[in-house]
């Protein structure tokens, strides 16, 4: 069984004050797992955002739905846009987290962690196309730029897995371990390298995509969650759930160099580009606040509501929307970015956590 120190400890309660009671889980093998968000609790950082319901226009144009990935209930939310109301709850393996389409655009990849799966489901109807098996611990999962590896983080056994990628039927290449759990992963625009956040050892890891080895391991601030690199590949930045900001490395060197980091609000998460090339949103889960970043001068420009514990967001086509994951409240919540208000909130499973549609502004 994993132990976790002190300190961790300390910072995991801490997440309390953002309305939900941090739940250690064990997984499958009885080795502990990664925090799962409990329930609402009481005492929550700052007050919910109050919800203001109106049309949301440019939404209601939309012809394909919004799937919300519930975590502990094992199943997708098939939302739809024109009424706002869940449609379907398609079932999954256990623990749907994360989402990724393939490179023919044909399919949602839904990765099981506990189930050890994939699900495809058809990202304009919704329907399950099949189901891949024997896929390890799927946490987190990327495809190469190239489209030649499907990448997976297996947050719960410590390793990331290199599969190639034929369309049908991924092949296991290499098994890398990499320390205490993986969490989530970027690759670089050449298909060159990926970086994975080291989420209990507080660290940013690279590997080399030619040899599959690991090429160097650098310090990060306190439980760096998601990555995200800039357009033009010069930056990596790190969210830092254990603190109250983004940490942002230089990616000229031989190993990534901190140049510091951007304060947003405590428990700084999940990242979504705004789709213009230049902002970048990050949900500060404990705050239950949206920072929206400059990553030229890296600073925070505007901030939004994000009810209870935002984690995965998309944004609308036209950029205007936030589509956010309420991992606490079991809702899904619409953030319009020029009132600065929560304008709808859809009820949703457990946990919720991965939101993506098909109608979606530039990644």
């Known amino acids: ?51 203001v319901k109106q049309a949301v226009q440019p939404l209601q144009t939309w012809s394909t739905p919004i799937f ?15 009424s706002w109301q869940e449609t379907a709850r398609i079932p999954t393996g256990k623990e749907p987290h994360h989402l990724y389409l393939t490179p023919d655009d044909k399919s949602l990849i839904v990765a099981n962690a506990l189930g050890d ?12 196309q099949r189901v891949i098996r024997d896929i390890t611990d799927p946490y987190h999962l990327r495809f190469s730029p190239d489209m030649q590896w ?4 297996a ?37 060159a390298t990926l970086y994975s956040t080291m989420q209990d050892s507080d660290e940013l890891v690279s590997i080399d995509i030619a040899t599959q080895t690991i090429r160097s391991r650098v310090p990060t601030g306190s439980m760096p969650a998601d990555v995200y690199g800039s357009p033009d590949g010069r ?34 998460h999940a990242f979504r580009a705004a789709g213009d090339g230049v902002h970048l ?19 925070v420009v505007d901030s939004y509501p994000g009810p209870g514990g935002p984690d995965c967001m998309d944004v609308s086509a036209d950029g205007r929307y936030l589509l ?26 457990k946990s919720p956590h991965g939101v993506w549609t098909l109608a979606h502004a530039a990644r």
Request: hydrophobic share 45%; net charge positive.
């Open 117 to 128: 799966s994939l699900t495809l489901v058809d990202p304009r109807t919704g329907q399950v």
């Open 324 to 349: 956010v994951s309420s991992r606490w409240a079991r809702k899904l919540s619409i953030v319009d970015t020029v009132e600065k208000k929560v304008v709808q909130q859809v009820p949703v499973g």
């Open 281 to 299: 949103y990050v949900s500060n889960r404990v705050a239950n606040t949206i920072s929206k970043i400059n990553m030229q001068t890296r600073e």
């Open 68 to 82: 919300v990935l519930n975590s502990l209930d094992a199943n997708i939310s098939v939302i739809d846009p024109a």
């Open 1 to 51: 069984m994993k132990s976790f120190p002190v300190g961790r400890v300390i910072i995991a309660a801490g997440l309390v004050l953002g309305g939900a009671a941090l739940a250690w889980r064990l997984g499958s093998t009885g080795s502990a797992a990664r925090p799962e968000a409990a329930p609402p609790g009481p005492g929550p950082a700052r007050p919910a955002a109050a919800v």
């Open 235 to 268: 930056m990596l930045f790190v969210g830092l759930t254990g603190g109250n900001g983004v940490e942002v490395f230089d990616l000229a060197g031989a190993e990534p160099r901190s140049l510091g980091q951007i304060k947003t609000a405590a428990g700084a």
């Open 150 to 153: 499907l990448v997976t983080a």
């Open 155 to 191: 947050n719960r056994l410590d390793h990331i897995d290199f599969y190639r990628w034929d369309g049908q039927s991924p092949q296991l290449v290499k098994r890398v371990p990499t320390g205490k759990t993986p969490s989530h992963l970027w690759i670089d625009a050449g298909s």
